[in-house]
């Protein structure tokens, strides 16, 4: 099974977003204190349009950085 993997953006109390690939190539997003099978699952596709949407700073706060 594959690992997850913590941000690196993760804050000082450890609570951040962890990812990991499915064995069918979906990847799977979790918040990290909840651990546990419960994850947001996103098809390759549905991945590339969130990353590229971060990217984009689509999701950026307006009263900046949290």
Request: glycine fraction near 10%.
């Amino acid at each position: 099974m594959a690992e997850w993997h913590k941000s690196s953006f993760s804050n000082p109390s450890g609570s951040c977003a962890e990812v990991r690939q499915a064995a069918n190539g979906d990847m799977l997003m979790r918040h990290s204190k909840a651990g546990g099978p419960a994850a947001l699952r996103f098809t390759p596709a549905e991945w590339d349009a969130f990353l590229a949407g971060v990217r984009a700073g689509e999701f950026d706060r307006e009263d900046g950085p949290a």
